[in-house]
């Protein structure tokens, strides 16, 4: 028995994937992760931290930013895994990668708050967006993941954002990448 296992251990496994990520591919999705990571990082760190007007609304909608952030970064290492690619969604990996901006310590208003996140949100489906040509060209399967992604993040921005508009008045600032 135990020479059966020896020999099992040393036998080399190979596969014969359809597609493979290089390493251009690999960074492109490595950089969706640590973004939406930090996404549901400042998620949380907003719902403890905002105080104000309207605050519970706030609350419940920053759960579901999180919520949606921490399954799409499941769904992108998945894929990465899927395409043998190792993600690193390690708190050192995000803290320096991440292409976010810095979400504010202590107490937040709610204004603030949302002002925050929003540009947050908005920063991961640049980056989504930023990478999805090279995805798509490469592996049309990952660029539909992209696609959800950036989808379901910009209706939450809409949703999120809505608070702070003015009928009629409001104008949306460009991205500056």
């Not at 060209?137 to 999120?160: S, V």
Request: proline share 5%; hydrophobic share 45%; charged share 20%.
């Amino acid at each position: 028995m135990a020479a059966t296992a020896t020999q099992h251990r040393t036998r080399q496994h190979v596969s014969h994937p359809a597609f493979r990520a290089d390493a251009t591919f690999a960074g492109h999705l490595q950089q969706v992760l640590v973004d939406l990571n930090d996404l549901a990082l400042q998620g949380k760190q907003a719902h403890w931290n905002a105080v104000g007007a309207n605050f519970r609304d706030l609350h419940l909608q920053l759960d579901e930013i999180v919520d949606a952030a921490r399954t799409f970064a499941d769904d992108v290492a998945e894929r990465m895994r899927a395409v043998y690619v190792v993600p690193d969604g390690t708190a050192a990996r995000t803290a320096a990668q991440s292409s976010l901006p810095a979400f504010p310590g202590g107490e937040v208003e709610t204004g603030a708050a949302i002002d925050a996140i929003v540009a947050s949100i908005y920063a991961v489906v640049g980056t989504a967006r930023r990478v999805h040509d090279e995805i798509d060209a490469a592996d049309p399967t990952t660029a539909d993941l992209l696609h959800t992604i950036i989808e379901r993040l910009e209706q939450l921005a809409w949703l999120t954002d809505a608070e702070r508009r003015t009928p009629g008045a409001s104008v949306p600032e460009p991205v500056i990448a």
